[in-house]
């Protein structure tokens, strides 16, 4: 038998990128502490995780930068969106344009760093934020998530006839009008997929929290990342599986229900 | 849109833009400030770089801070280092990425949406936890060599983890995904017919291949390999994860300038140089994207 090389090496491809997942998933349910020792069968890092007061507190935190940043970051990107996909006669697109694709490539250590800077240098000018923290890493948060919201939105718009919308306009219907009754619902899921998108991207953002958020802010990701850089932490794999188990069963709902529509 | 929506459209125009002017913009002519200022033991730790000396402005333009990293080695190394481990990860990510792209676009509805879904499912989950998984798997006592010195395949337990090899391991995994989209994009719209008719000519599968398939992916190839080596260029998560004392990446240098040594007009200039080195590779990326390539 000849194997061919293309679905063998998608084969290999595919236990690559859930070889890892699934390892986190099976050693947190470990007992003994050692990745090497299987010591049977436990959900006792289940239970040490609740338990964790430190890492309670900053999921609570990160869960709620993540909403309230995916929300603005939802409303103010799509109007970047249509800007730049329906609006006539705007000047200076193109530098809209590269405004809002280069946070998508940007290092995240130099968002982080130029954020930063702004906002020391804002409170030496003007007297805010007044303290970093929640504030300060809201503020980061909705800037690149508002990125991702227009590109996705950007793309929906351009796929989308924009007849409809025109006849109404013809027909008297003001431009907000427009907007609320027809292009709204028209762009539903994908400003669905923007918010989970940027809501995502928040819960998971180290770089830029770390250096625009102050002392007693501490997200998740800040967390995770000081307990991790001393080795493995078996808690942290009960927090990794219930993650992984949360997006799986969003994603595979949301495919679904993109499914039945026709 | 006409009349009444007037102030309207002018509103939707400018909180968006204001919005990214003030908290994206702003802040580089900040980072270029600061890179030309002076360091000192202050709060803030730079000296202004304007100030009035009897009623007339006086400049204090410094280029201290760049010459300075033109004469320490070490930045220069950082900048070669990062270059080096993007190109790398880059070329193993298109050597992995292709052929499951390739796959993933020639096969049968629904497998095919299923299997894209499988590309995108680990995006979602958190990028560092997936780092954080390989330590378990990579280190010394780690699942891998548990695994190798069972199976009898090494007598040694292997020394990967806090090696340059981790972080090639890091990066390609969590940056799989961004390279195999838009080349999926790209192949899924290859005209079969051309593939058919290169078959009837008399041309082999894999000539067919390298004299059609490829050059026309070529957009695709592009932007996802420009959508993997811009940002791995300043990754600092990976590296302080899996690399180890000799892995050099500018990301963490930065990362050290500001939170270790706590020298602000040195990281403004090390992200500085970060952004002219990234210009080239944004402009093929932006190309690329003109020329039709999906992402």
Known sequence: ?262 | MSGGGKWGRRFVIAVPNIWLILFFMLPFLVVLKISLSEPRIAIPPYAPLWDWVDGALRFNINFENYAYMWEDSLYINAYLSSLKIAAISTLLALFIGYPMAYYIARSPEPRRSILLLLVVLPFWTSFLLRVYAWIGILKTKGVLNAVLLRAGIIDQPLIILQTDVAVYIGIVYTYLPFLILPLYANLVKLDDTLLEASHDLGASRISSFFRITLPLSMPGIIAGSMLVFIPVIGEFVIPALLGGPDTLMIGSVLWDEYFKNRDWPVASAVAMVMLVVMIIPIMILRSAQNKGAEI
């Open chain 1, 1 to 262: 038998m000849r194997l061919r090389f293309t679905p063998v090496m998608a084969v290999l491809g595919f236990l690559f990128l859930y070889g890892p997942i699934a390892s986190l998933v099976i050693y947190s349910f470990n007992e003994s502490k050692l990745v090497t020792v299987w010591g049977g069968w436990s959900l006792k890092w289940y239970g040490e995780l609740f338990a964790n007061q430190q890492i309670m507190d900053a999921a609570w935190l990160s869960l709620r930068i993540a909403a309230i940043s995916a929300s603005v970051a939802v409303v103010l990107g799509t109007m970047m969106a249509m800007v730049l996909v329906r609006f006539r006669r705007v000047r200076g697109k193109s530098l809209m344009t590269g405004m809002v694709t280069a946070p998508l490539v940007m290092p995240d250590v130099i968002i982080g760093l130029s954020l930063l800077l702004l906002f020391v240098a804002m409170q030496g000018l003007i007297g805010w934020p007044g303290g970093r923290g929640f504030s300060t890493i809201l503020i980061a948060h909705i800037t690149f998530g508002m990125a991702f919201v227009a590109v996705v939105v950007q793309s929906r718009l351009s796929d989308m006839d924009d007849a409809v919308e025109e006849a109404a306009l013809d027909l008297g219907a003001s431009p907000a009008r427009v907007f609320f009754d027809i292009t709204l619902p028209m762009i539903t899921p994908a400003l669905i997929a923007g918010w989970l998108l940027a809501f995502t991207l928040s819960l998971d953002d180290l770089v830029i929290a770390s250096f625009v958020s102050g002392p007693g802010a501490s997200t998740l990701p800040m967390v995770i990342f000081s307990k991790v850089r001393l080795g493995v932490s078996p808690d942290i794999n009960a927090l990794a599986s219930l993650i992984v188990l949360v997006v799986s069963i969003g994603i595979i709902t949301a495919a679904l229900l993109m499914r039945k529509k026709p």
